[in-house]
């Protein structure tokens, strides 16, 4: 199964609110990274997160990771239409032999 | 201009035919990687290279292979023994073993007729 599960499935927000998307794993990781993909194109990777750090930045992005409950959030603040695309957490777990696990992926739609 | 590339972006087969999905970087990464996507889903692993002239099957290798002979390359082949291989392939390349960030190309849209 995978390791990821991003939560919700899919989220429909005005431009100019906040988006939040949650990604679950179930076993330690060395690290949790976001990507982004627009339709039908490939991932661009946004922000990698370590087990050993609590939130990152990233202009309008910020992330979390609470090791404790395997979970982490991304925000993005300020929404534009060109947000609009699926989300996806992959996390490189511990003893996984060095490749990420890719979650099923937050379909965000911002609307004018 | 650096990056990674994939080639078709539209691709069409007979059934039982097999077919080779072409992917290139010139990153200097070590790393490369095949992953399926099926609609509304995520990308599951289904290949991937970490040195020239060795590869690992990832989640889903059953019906697909691959080859590593030069370092910007990684073809994928999608046999007639993969059930059901119509989706969209991605290829990504990264500097080490996938611990860290990975660099996608554009895509393969395999459709099986």
């Known amino acids: 199964s995978q390791q990821g599960e991003e939560d919700p499935q899919a989220l429909s927000i005005q431009e100019g609110e906040n988006a939040t998307m949650n990604c679950s794993y179930k076993?330690?990781?060395?690290?949790l990274q976001w990507y982004r993909q627009n339709s039908g194109r490939g991932l661009v990777h946004l922000i990698l997160?370590?087990?050993?750090?609590r939130e990152k930045h990233s202009g309008r992005l910020r992330v979390t990771l609470d090791t404790s409950k395997k979970s982490s959030s991304l925000l993005i603040t300020a929404s534009r239409a060109a947000d609009t695309a699926s989300y996806f957490c992959a996390t490189d777990f511990t003893g996984g032999g060095n490749k990420l696990t890719f979650g099923t992926g937050t379909q965000l739609k911002v609307e004018l | 201009d650096g990056g990674i590339t994939q080639s078709p972006k539209y691709l069409f087969r007979k059934e039982g035919q097999n077919v080779t999905l072409s992917c290139e970087q010139n990153?200097?990464?070590?790393?490369m990687y095949w992953y399926r996507q099926d609609p509304g889903q995520g990308l599951r692993l289904i290949y991937y290279?970490?040195?020239?002239?060795?590869?690992q099957k990832g989640d889903i290798a059953e019906g697909y292979s691959v080859s590593r002979e030069k370092k910007e390359s990684f073809p994928l082949t999608v046999t007639s023994a993969q059930k059901n291989p119509t989706a969209f392939y991605l290829c990504?390349?990264?500097?080490?073993?996938?611990?860290?960030?990975?660099?996608f190309g554009p895509g393969t849209r395999l459709t099986v007729l």
């Open positions: 076993t330690s990781i060395n690290n």
């Open positions: 990153l200097n990464h070590d790393a």
């Open positions: 997160i370590r087990s050993n750090e």
């Open positions: 990504a390349s990264g500097w080490r073993g996938g611990s860290d960030t990975q660099y």
């Open positions: 290279s970490q040195i020239v002239n060795d590869f």
